[in-house]
């Protein structure tokens, strides 16, 4: 069964950094990139940036509301993507998910989507 | 970045009924990378149709999507109990990545 675990979230002042990691199972991850999404409370989801597999060579993409601030990393020996949050703000508060990005043919195109997500983490900042 | 606008914010159905849903672009999106999400109460996002009209895998035939340029739609040709839910379209593009504001389906 695959499988997405975030964890690493808690309560955090304003400014301070947090590491959420996102531990994989039942997948070959070092085929698949892994994107990180954001939903405040009651509030929409937000994309917030994805790491594609090593093969592609290419950097992580994030959000402009993160960029500069956040970086996403992943260990491929052990199946585990992180999210390093630095400079937190208020408003990064939310509950964090990280999900798989599984390929898919789109009439002849390349295409991945978040097929498969954790359950999340919570993160809150605040003083 | 491009904006997506979903209409209605909540639509009130009942069993059975057809829901439309709709998802309006700022500016065109190709319909290579527009998709549609289901969040059902306390969980996490489900993808639904990718591709703009192609269903993700498990996903019944009730659901189909269409559109172009930017305009797309999600049908539910008759809802289901576990249709009630919140859905979210997608679109990436430009190395960037945004969601409608969703749409609440509620039992009426």
């Known amino acids: 069964e695959v499988q997405l675990v975030e964890s690493g979230g808690g309560l955090v002042p304003p400014g301070r950094s947090l590491r959420l990691s996102c531990t994989t199972s039942g997948f070959n991850f070092a085929d698949h990139g892994i994107s990180w999404f954001r939903q405040a409370p009651e509030k929409g989801l937000q994309w917030v940036g994805l790491i594609k597999s090593k093969p592609y060579g290419v950097p992580p993409e994030y959000a402009a509301s993160v960029k500069g601030r956040f970086i996403i990393s992943r260990d491929d020996s052990k199946s585990v993507a992180f999210l390093q949050m630095n400079s937190l703000k208020t408003e990064d508060t939310a509950l964090y998910y990280c999900?798989?990005?599984?390929?898919?043919?789109?009439?002849?195109?390349?295409?991945?989507?978040?097929?498969?997500w954790g359950q999340g983490t919570m993160v809150i900042v605040s003083s | 970045e491009i904006v997506l606008t979903q209409s209605p914010g909540t639509l009130s159905l009942s069993p059975g009924e057809r829901a439309t849903l709709s998802c309006r672009a700022s500016?065109?999106?190709?319909?290579?990378?527009l998709g549609w999400f289901q969040q059902r109460p306390g969980q996490a996002p489900r993808l639904l149709i990718y591709?703009?009209?192609n269903r993700a895998t498990g996903i019944p035939d009730r659901f189909s999507g269409s559109g172009s340029g930017t305009d797309f739609t999600l049908t539910i040709s008759r809802l289901e109990p576990e249709d009630f839910a919140v859905y979210y379209c997608q679109q990436y593009g430009n190395s960037r990545l945004t969601f409608g504001g969703g749409t609440k389906v509620e039992i009426k």
């Open positions: 999900s798989r990005d599984g390929y898919y043919d789109v009439s002849g195109y390349p295409t991945f989507w978040a097929d498969i």
């Open positions: 500016q065109s999106v190709s319909s290579t990378y």
């Open positions: 591709g703009t009209s």
